[in-house]
T-cell receptor, first 115, second 113 residues
Framework: GDSVTQTEGQVALSEEDFLTIHCNYSASGYPALFWYVQYPGEGPQFLFRASRDKEKGSSRGFEATYDKGTTSFHLRKASVQESDSAVYYCALAPNSGGSNAKLTFGKGTKLSVKS | EAAVTQSPRSKVAVTGGKVTLSCHQTNNHDYMYWYRQDTGHGLRLIHYSYVADSTEKGDIPDGYKASRPSQENFSLILELASLSQTAVYFC????????????FGPGTRLLVL
């Protein structure tokens, strides 16, 4: 079945550091790929998505590029802030339709940014 | 702005007891979902629904039932709560199923003793 593998556990950075959280997927065809962010005490919220090869998604200074060749959708930000501390989820939704077309989440990566 | 609310926000239950978690959305969305979140597992889908009076099993439905009495409301029912069901539960809604954005509620923290 479909699966998402992302950077495990926790990433600890200082303010203004460059962030990369790796996300690789396994699915047939061209699934839609998502990043969600979850701040402490809240539910996950949509960050952005991409649906086609080489499409870039971006929001709030974060970006990721859909790469069909490497089956990846890595999250990047040039300069993180303490307010970016949160759990980040990569997710995919197949484009096959039908009742099995559900969102599959990775296990989440906790980002901690120190000032 | 999408709005999904959950009640209660936290609950302590006894093993073997019945627990009902409620979710309400004002997005006019057809699809609603229940997920559980555990450290090391991320978000896992329990049940979902695409129309009132109908529910579908997700990836981990065992030990859970769901009810969708109206488009706006979706409940998760634990008939016989167990220790292993201690987790944070999230409800979400979306317009469609395939590739539509899901909007999540704030979560319910359930502790089963």
């Amino acid at each position: 079945g479909d699966s998402v593998t992302q950077t495990e556990g926790q990433v600890a950075l200082s303010e203004e550091d460059f962030l990369t959280i790796h996300c690789n997927y396994s699915a047939s065809g061209y699934p839609a790929l998502f990043w969600y962010v979850q701040y402490p005490g809240e539910g996950p919220q949509f960050l952005f998505r991409a649906s086609r090869d080489k499409e870039k998604g971006s929001s709030r200074g974060f970006e990721a590029t859909y790469d069909k060749g490497t089956t990846s959708f890595h999250l990047r930000k040039a300069s993180v802030q303490e307010s970016d501390s949160a759990v980040y989820y990569c997710a995919l939704a197949p484009n096959s339709g039908g009742s099995n077309a559900k969102l599959t989440f990775g296990k989440g990566t906790k980002l901690s940014v120190k000032s | 702005e999408a709005a999904v609310t959950q009640s209660p926000r936290s609950k302590v239950a006894v093993t073997g007891g019945k627990v009902t978690l409620s979710c309400h959305q004002t997005n006019n969305h057809d699809y609603m979902y229940w997920y559980r979140q555990d450290t090391g597992h991320g978000l896992r889908l329990i049940h979902y629904s695409y129309v009132a009076d109908s529910t579908e099993k997700g990836d981990i439905p065992d030990g859970y039932k769901a009810s969708r009495p109206s488009q706006e409301n979706f409940s998760l029912i634990l008939e016989l709560a167990s220790l292993s069901q201690t987790a944070v539960y999230f409800c979400a809604s979306s317009r469609g199923l395939n590739q539509d954005t899901q909007y999540f509620g704030p979560g319910t923290r359930l502790l089963v003793l």
